[in-house]
């Protein structure tokens, strides 16, 4: 029997703007399985970064159902939500978003102490090793390439040992060659550690390497991928 | 200790924001401090003073009471005298355990300060005014040969203002007297210092006061039978009684005008500072809202995101606390030299005292302060969901 990571049904997003109402999401089914590495390709405004969101718990569906690791996430209370998200989803974002005022390491430990899986600096230090930064342990942000910055941001994510990885457009603020760098590292990770990963890109070169490809138009899942 | 160390660095990211910031709370924690720190010392050094006169009571010829304050303390002109009937009124009371009859003169000398002119004040004084101040002692010299002799004994400072000492003489020019100076007392860290003392019936003879007193001071057995004390002279009517107690109350309430300004500039430099702390670790949450978001989406509570700001702020303000008690501590003796200049009358003895207590409270005021400015910021930034602060828009 096949384990599902994330699992979908008729699911919408609907946003209230003043005088008019938005659906950015217009019933999505859609599943992933353990282990998978599926990239969603589209146009801007299909509603790939809102299909994110909520397979990330950071937002809420409007309506429909969403299942996160087995759990039904429109059941769960709010803390649930924040601790599922906490113990098993990691993301990696186009931005990085890493705290500019603490060294790579530190960056890492703090995700560690967020998800309160215990700071551990060996663990720490072995996983910017593995995404070849061992050199760049002590440095801040604002002294690290784009590609750099994104492989800490993957360590980040690695830290808490995640199910589930969430990966919003990750190399677009990169070039060519960091973007298959980085492209190669996520692949490694999900072919070595068998975390799952979802990808949205707008990259088709590197989207089409995944496993598995869904495209998105207008909200809504254009191959028919449904429950696979 | 994480969080701690994350929001020791956040402050860092913008140094001089965060160093202004300090500043203020700093300004006005040494502010607090060296009020505070006034109004210990100053209350010590006024006790200080008013226990080594010897005496609870002072009797004086009907006045002004402030004067009278002065008087004792400070020694002054102007004066009014009374009958010497009084003291023998007094003297015989069962419930006087010493009693000194002061008599004061000043004199002006035009030879004095190089030329340049001054006061001097004689006091005449008989054996019991020893007996009240036992603790004094002879730095030369002794005590007077005659009750009635024609010498002076001379306070610490007016020895040493005109480098006199034991055998020179000294020349009263209004009344063409010429006295010999038989002893110098040692320091005693009051008004005394700059006395010149006479036999009291030397000074009634010279000074034509002849029968007359300007004071006395009254030590009581029992410090109890003061209101009755007070109330059997009430009656006399040329006198009037200032007790000790009275005398620190109209101090106070000369200088305390003075500490409800200082406390008003204090008040104001505490709401400033935490408008300032209120307004950075705001302006930095507001700034960090996409980070604070990245944080929340990876992991972190709103209880974790409250007490990170909640740091930035306390740390901000325990720094500023110390720095404002080092600056206290280090500037306290500038404001001692300004706040003499300008209070009405400044005890002897160190005016600042600023004891372990205080610091103590003031830091942890300084923390307080942190709790207070931080909770709004720390509850802003803690209430943020996280997909609104990602796009930069909560």
């Not at chain 1, 809102?50 to 299942?67: A, I, K, W």
Request: a positive charge; aromatic letters at 8%; charged letters at 20%.
């Amino acid at each position: 029997m096949e384990n599902y990571v994330v699992e979908t049904e008729n699911l919408v997003k609907t946003y209230k703007l003043p005088g008019e109402e938005v659906k950015a999401l217009r019933g999505i089914n859609f599943s992933i399985k353990e282990g998978d590495f599926v990239s969603i390709m589209g146009p801007s405004g299909s509603g790939k970064t809102t299909l994110m969101n909520l397979l990330g718990c950071l937002d809420s569906p409007t309506s429909g159902e969403l299942s996160i690791l087995g759990k039904n996430v429109i059941d769960l209370k709010e803390k649930d939500i924040s601790d599922l998200r906490r113990k098993n989803i990691g993301f990696i974002f186009q931005d990085f978003y890493l705290i500019p005022s603490i060294s790579a390491l530190e960056n890492v430990e703090m995700a560690m102490y967020f998800a309160r899986k215990g700071v551990n600096r060996k663990y720490a230090i072995s996983i910017l090793e593995r995404v070849g930064l061992g050199h760049r342990l002590k440095h801040l942000p604002n002294k690290l390439s784009g590609g750099e910055l994104q492989r800490v941001a993957i360590a980040r994510a690695l830290a808490i040992s995640p199910k589930l990885l969430l990966a919003d457009e990750p190399t677009g603020n990169l070039d060519t060659k960091n973007a298959q760098d980085i492209f190669n590292l996520l692949k490694q990770v999900n072919e070595e550690h068998g975390i799952t990963i979802l990808m949205v890109t707008h990259n088709t070169k590197l989207g089409n390497q995944c496993k598995r490809v869904v495209y998105m138009v207008d909200g809504k899942i254009q191959d028919g991928d449904n429950l696979s | 200790m994480k969080l701690a160390i994350l929001a020791y660095k956040n402050l860092n990211r913008k140094k001089i924001r965060t160093i202004l910031t300090i500043f203020g709370v700093a300004i006005a924690v040494s502010v607090m401090v060296i009020l505070s720190g006034f109004s210990i010392g100053y209350k010590k050094a006024l006790n200080n003073d008013i226990d080594k006169m010897g005496y609870q009571v002072l009797i004086t010829a009907k006045g002004c009471p402030y004067e009278a304050a002065t008087l004792m303390l400070k020694g002054g002109g102007g004066l009014v005298y009374m009958s010497q009937d009084i003291y023998g009124k007094v003297a015989y009371d069962p419930r006087v355990d010493k009693i000194a009859p002061q008599l004061m003169y000043t004199v002006y000398d035009d030879q004095l300060q190089n030329g340049k002119g001054g006061f001097i004040i004689y006091v005449g004084v008989d054996n019991s005014y020893i007996d009240l101040k036992p603790w004094y002692k002879f730095q030369v010299g002794n005590w007077f040969s005659d009750d009635n002799a024609d010498e002076v004994i001379m306070g610490y400072e007016s020895a040493e203002l005109e480098q006199r000492t034991v055998g020179d003489k000294i020349f009263i020019p209004k009344f063409n007297k010429v006295l010999t100076v038989v002893g110098v007392f040692e320091r005693t860290g009051t008004q005394d210092d700059g006395l010149i003392f006479i036999p009291l019936k030397s000074a009634q003879r010279i000074f034509n006061l002849s029968g007359k007193l300007s004071s006395i001071g009254v030590k009581l057995k029992d410090i109890k039978n003061l209101p009755d004390f007070e109330k059997d002279l009430y009656d006399e009517a040329s006198i009037q009684v200032v007790s000790m107690s009275q005398v620190k109350n109209t101090v106070i309430s000369l200088v305390s005008t003075t500490r409800t300004l200082i406390s008003s500039i204090a008040l104001v430099a505490i709401f400033i500072a935490v408008i300032g702390v209120v307004d950075t670790i705001l302006m930095s949450v507001f700034e960090r809202t996409q980070e604070i978001g990245v944080m929340k989406a990876i992991g972190a509570t709103k209880f974790d995101v409250f007490r990170l700001v909640w740091m930035e702020t306390i740390i901000i303000c325990l720094i500023g606390g110390i720095a404002g008690i080092i600056i206290a501590l280090l500037g306290g003796n500038m404001v001692e030299y300004f706040i003499r200049k300008v209070l009405p009358y400044a005890p002897n003895g160190k005016l600042m005292v600023f004891n372990l207590q205080l610091l103590m409270l003031s830091l942890f005021g300084a923390i307080a302060l942190g709790l207070i400015s931080g909770v709004y910021p720390a509850f802003r930034a803690s209430v943020m969901k996280p997909i609104k602060a990602m796009r930069g828009g909560e």
